[in-house]
């Protein structure tokens, strides 16, 4: 609901199960049915909480998601599915990088998000922020946002990276080739001889 100072208010309703199992920021019960335990916990998570560090397994994970969902949409956009290719490439992909990328670099001064990485991004990590406009060009730049993620990667210098190699040596020449097909005939036979 919007309140008419233009503040958003943001309600919830969970049964006895989920309540047990839910972790909230700033939450407090306001209505709670007359037959339900009067002891149900609510478990309040510091505002400050630092977020735990990726295990090993999620990094493996994100790294193998990020560079499978950059093939994927490099793939898709060379169909013409533009719209497929975009949210693969600049949400999944990029959503995966990000992750990595927030594990891997110290943040700056500034609260966290304890529920998303995006939230705050660029206070937190500047330096990450100002690469994000590489990574999310629209639409119809799906080739070139699948190379700026491949660089944010490379950057990283992660566990793994070398492994990956293959993977993203492929995406870097499939979204290469993506490029190359974006660019007119005449234009290519100039740039080819």
């Known amino acids: 609901m919007l309140f008419a100072g233009g503040v958003l208010g943001e309600f919830a309703v969970f049964d006895e199960a989920g309540l047990r199992g839910a972790a909230f920021v700033n939450a407090r019960v306001v209505w709670r049915s007359p037959d339900a335990p009067a002891d149900l916990p609510l478990h309040l998570r510091p505002p400050e909480a630092r977020a735990q560090p990726l295990s090993a397994a999620q990094r493996t994970h ?49 609260r966290a998000d304890p529920y998303g990485v995006e939230r705050r991004f660029e206070v937190r990590y500047p330096a990450l922020a100002a690469r994000l406009g ?60």
């Not at 490099?74 to 992750?99: C, D, I, K, P």
């Not at 080739?143 to 990956?164: E, S, V």
């Not at 492929?170 to 993506?178: N, Y």
Request: proline residues 6%.
């Open 62 to 110: 994100h790294l193998g998601e990020a560079l499978t969902n950059l093939l994927v949409g490099v793939r898709r956009f060379r169909r013409g599915e533009r719209l497929s290719a975009w949210q693969f490439t600049q949400v999944y992909a990029l959503g995966h990088a990000l992750a990595l990328a927030a594990d891997a670099t110290p943040p700056q001064s500034g």
């Open 134 to 193: 590489g990574c999310l060009p629209g639409l119809d730049g799906t080739p070139g946002a699948a190379l700026a993620i491949l660089d944010l990667l490379d950057g990283l210098h992660l566990p793994g990276w070398a492994d990956a190699g293959a993977l993203s040596a492929q995406v870097r020449r499939e979204a290469g080739e993506a490029l190359a097909d974006r660019t007119p005939r005449a234009v290519r036979g100039r740039l080819h001889g």
